[in-house]
């Protein structure tokens, strides 16, 4: 019956699906795999109130959410917009997409990058970083502007295709986040390609980012929009099937405020197409930032720099990603090389 059920969800007859998933439902409460399916057929019946019911139940069933329930939650306004799509979601995901990816008609988020690095930032690179790297489509056009050229992404399935176009220096299976971290003061370039669209509030990553950036380095990455319901936001994707492929979208405002909070500069937030099927335009932005000017640090760790002489325990004055390495210090008015990599000239 479940199968059946699949069937009538293909040929969108989603009546008939959600009344044979009920009955599964009814049959096998235990199957978290039909709550979720039942969520998702009356989702598109517009039965919110329902596949709410129907998403909670698959999460106290499952809450590794493998399908993606907390953000079909926050799409139909039932729940909290979650921090990302969870690994497990997106290397399952990925593993469907991956053969096909290269041939996806109508995706031009790479194309939009490339342009964009080359309208403000100077090739060649010594080192850069492509970030949720994927099958390696950003990457074709970056190798020739970096002497090394890294990847990063969660899914082995997407690596496999970056690894037979023989293109990067070096493959990591990693998530971003973590991979960012443990490489401070690495890269003078990062591009990210549409893998910033599988997180909500982008704060951590781009004080990952800037980490790892070398001084004036370059980041470049797309997001879906969320400006149709509020620029200065960010939350699930609109359209449903990119919800439920784990997509969030993010104001313009939003990425310009936080940019500057993090500290950056900031060359470019545009509009693009992200992309478009024979049926509709997913818009987005291609951002462009520059890792504010920071000195390199030749003090120990611990050394005091300066005093911090304009208004007491002014936090703001600091890119974020320091004041996380230093705030006691910064509370009481000193800024202290704790990183031992850059401080912020002021
Ligand atoms: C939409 S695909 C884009 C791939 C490639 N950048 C391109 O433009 O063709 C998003 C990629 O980001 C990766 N990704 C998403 N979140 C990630 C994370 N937290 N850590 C590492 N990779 C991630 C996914 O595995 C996937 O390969």
Known sequence: MYNLAVTSMDLADFATAADLLAEVTAASPEDARAHFALADALIALNDLDAAALSLRRYLRLAPG???GAELLLAFIGKGAVPASASPAFLRDLYRRKAKNWDLVPGYFAHRHVLDAVLRHASP?????????????????GVRAMTQHM????VSPDMLEGARAKGIYDVLHEDDLLSFL????????????????IHF??????????????????TFAFTT?????????????SSYRE??????????????????????FEICEVSEIIHEQSSTQKIPGFVAVLRKRTATPCTLEPGTTLRRHTSQPNEGSAFPKPLRRAVPEKLQSGHLVCSTGVACWSF
């Open 200 to 217: 909500g509030d982008l704060n951590a990553v781009l004080e990952a980012v800037w980490l790892a950036l070398r001084r004036e380095g």
């Open 242 to 263: 990119l919800a439920k492929a784990g997509c969030f979208a993010h104001g313009s405002a939003y990425l310009a405020d936080l940019s500057k909070t993090c500290g």
């Open 65 to 67: 959410d493998e399908q």
């Open 150 to 153: 890294a990847g990063v992404d």
């Open 181 to 196: 971290t443990r490489h401070p003061d690495r890269f003078d370039l990062i591009v990210s390609t549409a893998a910033l």
């Open 124 to 140: 060649p690179f010594l080192s850069a970083l492509d970030v949720g790297c994927g099958t390696g489509l950003s990457g074709a």
């Open 224 to 236: 879906y929009s969320y400006d149709g319901s509020d620029p200065t936001a960010f939350g699930a």
